[in-house]
């Protein structure tokens, strides 16, 4: 089992900044590859952001592509989503995922997933 806590949500304006965290605990965490997904209301849960247990290897949503860059500290159990030029759209709850079969963009293959936390962006 591998427990996680998102962090960092908020309200901020169009063109701001936020950095979500997500802690983990239980399972070795830099055995996991991680993501960041995001709901909407009224939406499905679309994928934000992965990075592989190394850290090397990551990818992300056209959307967010050049405004945000997730990021790792094994040595912290943490994973990171800096979040910058924010944009209403973005507004949605985020979620941070993990699994052990290599880096996806499928949240159908995370096993373990956080709470959420709430970021949104006023106009």
């Known amino acids: 089992q591998v427990q996680l806590v998102e962090s960092g949500g908020g309200l901020v304006q169009a063109g701001g900044s936020l950095r979500l965290s997500c802690a983990a605990s239980?399972?070795?965490?830099?055995?996991?590859?991680m993501g960041w997904f995001r709901q909407a209301p009224g939406k499905e849960r679309e994928f934000v952001a992965t990075?592989?247990?190394?850290?090397?290897?990551?990818s992300y949503a056209d959307s967010v592509k050049g405004r945000f860059t997730i990021s790792r500290d094994n040595a912290k159990n943490t994973i990171y989503l800096q979040m910058n030029s924010l944009k209403p759209e973005d507004t949605a709850v985020y979620y941070c995922?993990?699994?052990?079969?290599?880096?996806?963009?499928?949240?159908?293959?995370?096993?373990?997933w956080g709470q959420g936390t709430q970021v949104t962006v006023s106009s």
């Open positions: 990075i592989s247990r190394s850290g090397f290897t990551s």
């Open positions: 239980g399972r070795t965490f830099s055995n996991y590859d």
């Open positions: 995922a993990a699994h052990s079969q290599g880096v996806s963009r499928l949240n159908r293959e995370y096993a373990y």
